[in-house]
């Protein structure tokens, strides 16, 4: 059996970029995150400004803006919060594409509603 990523799963159609220096409703959303370490990595942190279309197994088209991910971030268990901590830590550690890691997490939101 394969594992296959929730990215596999999903045809993103198009990635926007709104071409700001950094997604301005991200800073905004970062003050209310739960725990200090998401409110400073959110504040401090350059990401773009982009949207997804995912296109999900059942043919339902979703856009999903880069703020409403950092939003669900914030409203994630305990447990599937403390991994995403330690994900953004390994991640930005490793000078990695934490949008990549975002996009990631839009389809597993988009999976999951399905």
């Known amino acids: 059996m394969q594992n296959s990523s929730p990215a596999q799963k999903l045809v993103t159609t198009q990635?926007?970029?709104t071409y700001s220096d950094a997604c301005d409703d991200c800073k905004l959303i970062a003050r209310k995150l739960p725990s200090k370490y998401l409110r400073n990595f959110?504040?401090?942190?350059?990401i773009p400004e982009v949207s997804w279309e995912l296109l999900s197994p059942s043919g339902v088209f979703h856009l999903m803006p880069v703020a409403v991910v950092v939003e669900h971030i914030g409203q994630a268990s305990g447990a599937e919060r403390t991994s995403i901590e330690n994900t953004?830590?390994?991640i930005d550690f490793r000078n990695g594409k934490v949008i990549d890691y975002l996009h990631h997490l839009a389809c597993c939101i988009v999976l999951a509603n399905e």
């Open 88 to 90: 953004l830590r390994q």
């Open 15 to 17: 990635a926007t970029h």
């Open 42 to 46: 959110f504040a401090e942190k350059d």
